[in-house]
């Protein structure tokens, strides 16, 4: 029978030789919860105690999202992307080369080979926007330590990625709060 | 401005009158990441001190697995239905009857309010298969405190539950490792 998230062949279910190894993993499409997945992947290896880290390609507007007290909460490190950069700043340049600096400082940190597991948040807008070569982040991703996992989300993952990524996840939206006049809500959003 | 997943219409962005309410949230598909993101989402709202419990349609057949270690670290509760239960049970009318029985718990502790945010997780098996009738679902929902969250995730949301919830999201495989003979890896998938 059937059994969910789980109901994916798990570990129980597989026959046959396996390979171990690192996953690049993809979280992208237009709905929710392309974030929050990665979220929970990073909560879920930190309770196996592995060394986790999420290098985020979006300043969020406030520090208070309730990630980033969680994440302090347990002693999980995030790292956001130059200060007061935002997505609808008008001076593209500056953000490109924000982007790209962010970049060189996760390149470090995947080859340091210090963390398991590595969540490179909306990482896919500096791709799709050529800022940053998708051909380069494919390159480092197989350069990285073998059993070392990246998690990369956001919209408009390139076709590029998608083909080299072990585990690709769609999230669509079905139907959507803000649409019927509800407000975004602390702690659930973000 | 807008923030990511965030790249949504966030609070922000949004005019006009808005209302406060708690959601239902269903992660829906055939993909990976219902699970993860709702655990995501408990985590969040822990950051910000919600109450928040995980009630589990599925046995796990391992009490190891990273989602229940990060809890127990954290001190979130998880509770899973009927002991010993795996959806690999061969015996159907015992695990109707285990469902019928965790949800009477379920309907307990929605109506306590004594949490903010409460995971149903996989709960969308009992109802497809017809264990517990959708309709009686959404009057428990419709009843249930004002500001409480509930996250329901599993494959096949029956229809009725997609209409009376708020956000729904579906997950949908891109890409899958376990079609390349890569073993699901501890600390990512479970």
Redesign the interface.
């Known amino acids: ?12 279910s ?1 026959t ?8 690049v ?5 237009n ?11 990073l ?6 105690d ?1 060394k986790v880290i999420m290098l ?1 390609f ?4 406030t520090a208070n ?10 002693g999980v490190e995030m790292r956001a992307m130059g200060d007061g950069f ?3 700043s008008k001076d593209l340049d500056q953000t490109a080369d924000l982007a790209r600096a962010h970049w060189e400082d996760c390149k470090e940190v995947i080859a340091t080979g210090d963390y ?2 590595i969540v490179l ?2 990482f896919t807008y500096p791709m799709h926007y050529g800022w940053i070569p998708v051909e380069e982040v494919i390159e480092v991703l197989k350069n990285r330590p073998e059993m070392q ?1 990246v998690i990369i ?3 408009h993952a390139p076709q590029d990625l ?1 083909d080299y ?14 649409h ?11």
Chains 1, 2 share one sequence.
């Open positions: 029978m059937s059994t969910g998230e789980s109901s994916e062949p798990g570990p129980q597989v046959g030789p396996r390979i171990n190894k690192g996953l993993i993809v979280n992208t499409g709905g929710k919860g392309k974030t929050t997945a990665a979220m929970g992947v909560f879920r290896a930190w309770g196996r592995f985020q979006i300043k969020h507007s999202f309730g990630e980033q007290r969680a994440a302090q909460k347990i935002t997505w609808r398991d597991v948040d909306e996992h989300t956001g919209r998608i990524a072990d585990l690709v996840t769609e999230m669509n939206v079905v139907k959507h709060p803000y019927e006049g509800i407000k975004a809500q602390p702690g659930i959003e973000f």
